[in-house]
C-alpha cells in the first residue's frame, strides 16, 4: 500500500506533453559533453571581444576567468542539491559538475583590462583588444 | 484564446523549453528550471485548471558597436507547461529567482503528506 502511494506521488507532475508551441527540439541549454560546453556567443568590433554565456544558478565567486593572449579559459562549478533522506527526484535535466573552455579569440587582448559581469545566470565578460594591434588609420600626406 | 497585442509582437520570437529538475519532499514538490536572463519582473507563473505555465520573458540584448562573431546558443522567451494532480496544495504555490534559475515551491496538499509516526515504548 505504502509503495503503491509512493508510485503515484512520483507521478504528480507530469509535462503536459500535448503542448506543441514549444519549440521541443531546441531545449535551452545543451546537455555537458554534446558539445563543448559552456556554450558561447562572442561578439567583437575593432577595439574589443566580448563573450557571453549561460550559467544560470552558478556561485559567481567560484568562477575563474584566466585570459591569455588570443585566449580565454573560463572555470567554473554547479553542485547539485543535496537531498535529504528520503527526498527523490522525479526528472532531473541539469546540468551539474566541475566545467572548463577555452576559447580563442579574434585577437590578443589586455588581460589586466578584462571586466567581467554576473546578472541573471549569463556570464558577460568584455576584453578590449592589445593597444599594438589595434587598425591605425594612416593619413596621406600632400606632397 | 484572445490574443493580446503582447503575444502578437512576440509572435516570430523563438520559445525554448527551460531544462527542469522536479524533486520531492516530505512536504512539498520543487520544480527547479534554468532560465538565465529570467528576474522576478520577467517571470509569470500561471495556474488555470490543472495546468501550471511558466513563462519567462528575455530583453533582447543588442550589444552596441559590436558584430556577432559566433554564436553557439540562441536567445529567445521560456515556456513550460506542467499539470498538477489534485494532491498539489494550489493555494499556497511559491516562486522565487535567484541569478536566472527560477524554483517553484509546491505544497502537498494535507492529507497526503508523509507522517511520521511516533513508536511510544510499551510500559
Known sequence: MLIRELQRLGNLLEPWREFDSINREAFRTLSPGRVEFPPVNLWKNENKAVITTEIPGVDPEGVEINVVGNTITLRFERKPEELKEGESYTRKERWYGEFSRTIELPFNVQGDKVEAKFSRGILYIEMPRAEAEKPRKITVQAE | ?123
Open chain 2, 1 to 123: 484564446m484572445a490574443e493580446t497585442v503582447k503575444d502578437i509582437s512576440r509572435k516570430n520570437r523563438k520559445i525554448y523549453a527551460p531544462v527542469v529538475d522536479i524533486f520531492e519532499t516530505a512536504n512539498n514538490i520543487l520544480i527547479v528550471a534554468d532560465m538565465p536572463g529570467v528576474d522576478e519582473k520577467s517571470v509569470d507563473i500561471t495556474l488555470e485548471k490543472n495546468l501550471l505555465t511558466i513563462h519567462g520573458m528575455i530583453d533582447s540584448t543588442t550589444h552596441d558597436n559590436l558584430e556577432l562573431a559566433f554564436s553557439e546558443y540562441g536567445i529567445g522567451d521560456y515556456q513550460r507547461a506542467f499539470s498538477l494532480s489534485d494532491e498539489i496544495d494550489r493555494s499556497n504555490i511559491k516562486a522565487t529567482v535567484k541569478d536566472g534559475v527560477l524554483k517553484l515551491i509546491l505544497p502537498k496538499s494535507e492529507r497526503i503528506k508523509t507522517r511520521k509516526i511516533e513508536v511510544i515504548k510499551e510500559s
